[in-house]
């Protein structure tokens, strides 16, 4: 059993639907050339929320105001929360990001076009971004599944948490909409955690 210590704090970043897009895929959404233009710089470095989004559609309904975040990836890939497949009519499976085989595709909707991904939809499993260091101080490795206790008035504990290891992570636990309802989490709160190896 590894734990992190007492009085460590683990920033929670709730992330909310949204898409990633090869440049490719950009240019047809919002123009030949387009670039996408940075809105607010995210935790992890070099990653950021654009100004651009766009809307999604799947079988049953549409979601607009779907956030894209740069810069621009290998490959297109939508993360929506459970409620939002409910919505949309699809049946994503749970991913790490980047692992998009047999996942369902979507409609998408841009300023100056659209697509039609053939695959590309999951829930992005939870994870941990972990820098190295603390990786190594805790004796833990890269794509170790953890469980997470967090504590509070609607404390739950979190299954299969997936380490992310990289010496270009900020230490920072990511869940969806879904999971921080759940138990009352806030975008950016500061908690204490409790990691497990099995």
């Given at each position: ?32 050339g ?88 999951i ?32 404390g ?7 380490l ?35």
């Amino acid at each position: 059993m590894v734990s992190l210590a007492a009085e460590t704090k683990v920033t929670i970043g709730i992330s909310n639907r949204h898409i990633h897009l090869t440049q490719e895929h950009v240019e047809i959404l919002f123009g030949p050339g387009h670039e996408l233009t940075p809105l607010k710089e995210l935790k992890q470095p070099g990653q950021y929320a654009a100004e651009e989004t766009v809307t999604i559609v799947g079988p049953k309904g549409a979601i607009e105001g779907v956030r894209v975040l740069g810069p621009a990836r290998s490959e297109s890939q939508v993360e929506i929360s459970q409620t939002d497949a409910f919505k949309l009519g699809v049946k994503p499976p749970v991913r790490d990001s980047g692992h998009l085989e047999d996942s369902p595709g979507i409609e998408v909707i841009g300023d100056a076009g659209r697509i039609t991904l053939n695959k590309g939809v999951i829930l992005a499993a939870r994870h941990i971004h972990m820098h190295t260091s603390d990786a190594a101080a805790l004796g833990l490795k890269d794509k170790k599944k953890v469980r997470v206790a967090v504590p509070g008035e609607r404390g739950l504990i979190f299954e299969n948490v997936l380490l992310r290891v990289n010496p270009k992570y900020s230490l920072e636990m990511h869940v969806d909409t879904d999971e921080a309802n759940a138990c009352l989490l806030k975008n950016g709160q500061q908690v204490k955690v409790e990691l497990n190896t099995d």
